[in-house]
């Protein structure tokens, strides 16, 4: 039973799936939307959902938090430039956008985005 394990695997080691998930959340921020797998955009949402949450406090912890858990550049655009957006927003910072299956392997598509 998976009590407890959520999340996807992503066919890689736990370090290998943790870099990769900071890679794509660092891409989301910098780029403020990017195309990828359906499964890859779920998997990202509620990380970046809760980050932009942590960001919204606007206090040195909350700065301290994002630094921890994404690359410099990132986490300071995230606190300075796209939590302040959402001070009166109470969730729900992205969407993903269903997208045309991909040609070479037949993998859904997704636009994840922040509103």
């Known amino acids: 039973m998976r009590h407890v394990n959520k999340g996807r695997k992503f066919h890689r080691k736990i ?3 943790r870099a990769f998930i900071k890679g794509l959340e660092h891409n989301l921020v910098m780029h403020g939307k990017m195309e990828t797998t359906l499964a890859r955009a779920k998997e990202i949402k509620t990380k970046i959902e809760k980050l932009v949450t942590v960001a ?3 206090d040195t912890a909350s ?3 994002l630094l921890r858990r994404l690359p ?3 986490s300071k655009k995230l606190f300075h430039e796209i939590a302040p957006r959402y001070q009166e927003r109470r ?4 969407r993903i956008i269903h ?3 991909r040609l070479a392997d037949g993998a859904k598509m997704a636009i994840i985005e922040f509103v």
């Not at 969730?91 to 992205?94: E, K, L, S």
Request: proline letters at 0%; a positive charge.
């Open 15 to 17: 370090s290998e799936r």
């Open 56 to 58: 919204k406090k606007q």
């Open 63 to 65: 700065l301290r938090l």
């Open 72 to 74: 410099k550049i990132s």
């Open 91 to 94: 969730g729900g910072y992205t």
């Open 99 to 101: 997208g045309k299956d």
